[in-house]
């Protein structure tokens, strides 16, 4: 049988926390990255979220501050964080109007949608978690684009959200869900750590 190309990405992709601290990233190439994680779906469409490509020396010594001082913060290529930002339902007509452009949403739907997200997002929890599952949508795909693009990737979750807030001027609506470090492997990262087995997390209903 054939090998998909897509799976055996799945399979082989790990989290590394050792970087080659000499590579660096084009600005072609981390906006090429960011236009693959914007692949990744969102309710209604608001594609709520932010990425903010952490490049340069200074800034990284910022961000490595408020992240537990991890070295891979400074030594990957660029560390992106990766912001959710709270649905506005009065943004949605602006985000569905190249669908209704194209031909295959119709125009007197996109009221019906405004409507059912001002209901769903009104209570203030519903509307993080939808923040945090759009940035983590996104930083799953942005992982799996940097691993098509031959480069590692390593999500952490270890910073202080309130320092990085300050540091690089996040709105009120903007949460900071993941930092995401991005460049080339040094040797000894580990491979992809043995999974569960299936009979322990999957039920078929």
């Known amino acids: 049988m054939m090998t998909n190309p897509t799976i055996s990405l799945i399979e082989q992709r790990a989290s590394a926390n050792r970087f080659d601290a000499s590579h660096v990233l084009t600005d072609v190439e981390i906006e090429r990255l960011v236009h693959l994680a914007t692949r990744a779906p969102t309710a209604y469409n608001f594609q709520n979220w932010r990425f903010i490509a952490v490049r340069t020396p200074e800034a990284k010594a910022r961000l490595r501050s408020v992240a537990q001082d991890q070295p891979k913060v400074t030594d990957a290529a660029v560390t992106i964080i990766i912001c959710g930002v709270l649905p506005d339902h009065e943004v949605l007509a602006q985000r569905l109007r190249p669908s209704v452009e194209a031909g295959f949403m119709p125009a007197a ?74 460049g080339r492997a040094a040797p000894g990262n580990w491979p992809q750590k043995p999974r569960r087995p299936l009979a322990e997390v999957l039920e078929i209903a």
């Open 109 to 182: 739907m996109v009221a019906g949608w405004q409507e059912g997200a001002r209901q769903q997002y009104a209570d203030p929890r519903m509307a993080r978690d939808e923040a945090v599952r759009s940035a983590t949508l996104g930083a799953a795909t942005l992982m799996h684009a940097a691993e098509a693009m031959g480069l590692a990737s390593g999500p952490m979750v270890g910073f202080d959200a309130e320092g990085v807030a300050r540091m690089f001027g996040l709105k009120p609506n903007e949460v900071p869900v993941l930092l995401v470090a991005v």
